[in-house]
């Protein structure tokens, strides 16, 4: 059982044209809509590869209600908390020569009743699935959420002996960290400002692994986006590599989320370590094809499987 937990949903908005040209009027030459925000992202692909995620998510106004309407018809159950205002949307604007854009909205601020009532759903799916359930707690939080939002949402998990899978950035996932997640993914740039390591090499990967798990991380990858992925099942556990497949990319925006989904999913099925971490790349990789953020296709993933190279670091 998995629970995708959404604190800040969005509608993808990816916008295609020639060249963006700020202080121009640009005019895009197609334009798409899917359900979107991280933790949407990985219950997108979780569904894909075959799992019937729970979504618990705030929605408000006519984006949150085609967010909703996304959402089901991708079979995804969601268990929404009604905002009084509207589901902001993301930007991810596509130029011809493959420069990628984002404008992210901040995302409207939910009252504390709103808030309450999501802890609330949050609480009893935790309470169904006890013992059982990985939690994906995934994204961004709206403004008015305190940066101790995931913390107390970890020790809820862990107090009905569930799961929960972190990803996220800055003050939210260092406060998080203190609470002990099962599994923490950040890339590149959130780990090197959490832990201090600037990522160049292998020893300073794993040095930043290390870091992560005196923070209090229980398993940590670091995405290194096109540099591939490291990984570490739990402290003083075998360290793993793998680089990423080369595709022709249309955009990486989601990558992160495909590959936190590929891991819950491991995780609950218990893959060895290396099917782990080929489900992990191929999942990212199959993501950098895909027509929106979140929506790898099921051939693309078996596909680029087979072609992944995981190392084992000694
Ligand atoms: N250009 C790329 N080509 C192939 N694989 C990629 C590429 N970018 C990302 N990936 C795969 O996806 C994984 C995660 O990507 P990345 O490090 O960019 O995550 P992220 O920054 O958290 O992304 P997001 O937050 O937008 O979901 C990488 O480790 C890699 O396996
Ligand atoms: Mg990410």
Known sequence: MFVCISPNPAIDKRLRLSKLTPGRVNRAASSTAAPGGKATHVAMVLRTLGADPVWIGFYGGASGRELLEGLRLLGVRAQPIRTLQCTRLNFEIIDDDGTVTEVLEPGASPSESEIASFEETCEKQFALGTNQAIVVASGSLPPGIRNDFYAALIQRAHAHGCKLFLDTGGEALRQGLAAGPDFVKPNREEAELLTGTKIVDRASAVEAMHRLFNAGAKGVAISLGAGGVYW?????????????????????????????????????????????????????AANTLAHSPGAASHEDIRRFQREVCVERLS
């Open 232 to 284: 570490c099942p739990g402290k003083g556990l075998e360290m793993y590599f793998a680089a990423a497949i080369p595709t022709p990319v249309r955009s990486s925006v989601g990558c992160g989320d495909a590959t936190v989904a590929a891991f819950a999913y491991a995780a609950a099925a218990t893959y060895s370590s290396e099917e782990t971490l080929r489900l992990a790349v191929a999942c990212g």
